[in-house]
């Protein structure tokens, strides 16, 4: 069976930087599209990123602009999404995501199979 595990997170300070990490077993890695959201309590889950298996990368510019890395390591099955000059307004819980099927849009939560159980980044001043 799939599952995807996430790490990294936590407590930052404006400015700073995180990387979370999320990995993935019971699936071909390599032909499949991750991705990351994030949500606050109230509110829907946003689309960040995604990466495809062949390494297409997209990104909200509106919510992180040029702030995210995302990448991928196929050898490791694992995907990676790194925040620069973090900011208040980054506080949420993030989620990556596994899209094993292909169908309806990269940026909606609906295209994704399998989640991480999610993680809290708390920015403060």
């Known amino acids: 069976q799939v599952q995807v595990v996430q790490s990294g997170g936590g407590l930052a300070q404006v400015g700073e930087s995180l990387r979370l990490s999320c990995v993935v077993s019971g699936t071909t890695f390599s032909a499949i599209t991750m991705a990351w959201f994030r949500q606050v309590p109230g509110k829907e889950r946003d689309f960040l990123a995604a990466?495809?298996?062949?390494?297409?990368?997209?990104v909200d510019a509106d919510l992180v602009k040029d702030r995210i890395i995302n990448s991928r390591d196929n050898a490791k099955n694992t995907a990676y999404l790194q925040m620069n000059d973090l900011k208040l307004e980054d506080t949420a819980v993030y989620y990556c995501?596994?899209?094993?099927?292909?169908?309806?849009?990269?940026?909606?939560?609906?295209?994704?199979?399998?989640w991480g159980q999610g993680t809290q980044v708390t920015v403060s001043s």
């Open positions: 990466v495809t298996g062949s390494g297409m990368s997209m």
């Open positions: 995501a596994a899209d094993l099927a292909g169908s309806g849009s990269y940026f909606s939560p609906a295209r994704y199979d399998f």
